[in-house]
């Protein structure tokens, strides 16, 4: 980003020359390759209405999102997600089938990107709507990583997890929703005293809270699946069971981590959850997981990724 632009508020940026250059290859050969893929370009609008952004599923998107009144007072809001956009579309349509679809554009958020240091970010991605599988699964995932290979000759590492088991244990809790937004982020820093002090406060079962500590310890390689498998309830096993077949399917030169209580991106995936990471930086270059989406009592089930491509751009330097 320019160290001086009287033009634009801060977290904003121009793309021109080699820069601009570099971005339009890069919106070509996602979008190519996944329509080699079969997968139907969407293009969304910029702006919705503020009371339907993210859906029934996640209302915390709101809190990202920039919003203001049009000529009519209606509050509309600038999109910080694609993803919930295609949800909404998808919905829309009506369909019943299975469906793949593609997308590139632009995204604002009231925080800026740990990389590009901008408000603003270019996406890209692919969600499939439909009865998920566990094929499914590992065939995103496979797109993808081919994907951004196709991008950059990077070192990569997917962080891998499930929130099926931790759903398990916070549903049992009955806290509010602002209460279980505190709790998960205290759980994602992993410190047990935090932990220790919220269950005290809110007067919780002890025994919930050595599930959290144990669930917290699930973190590392294939070994920390022990205490999934081991486990009474069978959610905890289908889960361990499922994240062994994903790593056993995966490339050879893609590095893994397993992390089963700190979640990437919003608060609407249920399932798997990943990131992708280059080695040498503290962040992530794409993200994703699986989802539901719901309009007039219609649930679809549905996976999907994004690349941050504005930090593409960034890295290939």
Do not use: W
């Amino acid at each position: 980003m320019s160290s001086f632009n009287p033009g634009l508020p801060d977290g904003t940026e121009d793309f021109e020359g080699v820069k601009a250059q570099e971005l339009e290859e890069l919106r070509s050969l996602f979008l190519n390759f996944f329509y080699k893929n079969n997968c139907e370009l969407v293009v969304p609008s910029l702006i919705e209405f503020s009371e339907t952004i993210g859906g029934d599923f996640n209302e915390s998107l709101k809190d990202y999102a920039y919003s203001f009144s049009d000529e009519n007072l209606k509050n509309i809001s600038i999109r910080p997600d694609i993803s919930q956009q295609i949800a909404r579309i998808d919905l829309q349509q009506g369909a019943k089938d299975k469906k793949k679809y593609c997308y590139f554009g632009e995204t604002l958020r009231k925080t800026k990107d740990s990389l590009t240091k901008s408000k603003i970010a270019f996406k890209t991605g692919v969600e499939i709507f439909g009865k998920i599988s566990i094929t499914d699964e590992i065939d995103l995932i496979k797109l993808m990583l081919l994907s951004l290979k196709k991008a950059g000759k990077y070192k990569m590492t997917i962080s891998l997890g499930r929130t099926e088991p931790l759903s398990e244990i916070l549903n049992g809790l009955n806290l509010s929703v602002n209460e279980n937004r505190r709790l998960k982020k205290i759980i994602a820093s992993k410190s047990k005293t935090d932990l220790e002090e919220f269950f005290s406060s809110k007067d919780l079962s002890t025994r919930s809270l050595m599930e959290i500590e144990n669930l917290i310890e699930v973190n590392g390689k294939i070994e920390c699946l022990k205490y999934l498998k081991k486990h009474k309830n069978k959610v905890f096993q289908a889960s361990a069971r499922k994240i062994e077949k994903i790593i056993k399917n995966l490339p050879a030169s893609i590095d893994y981590h397993l992390d089963f209580s700190d979640f990437p991106g919003f608060d609407y995936h249920s399932g798997l959850v990943f990131s992708v990471h280059v080695v040498g930086f503290g962040f992530s270059i794409a993200k994703g997981g699986q989802y539901k989406s719901m309009q007039n009592h219609i649930v679809r089930e549905a996976i999907g990724f994004d690349v941050n491509v504005s930090s593409l751009t960034k890295l290939n330097k």
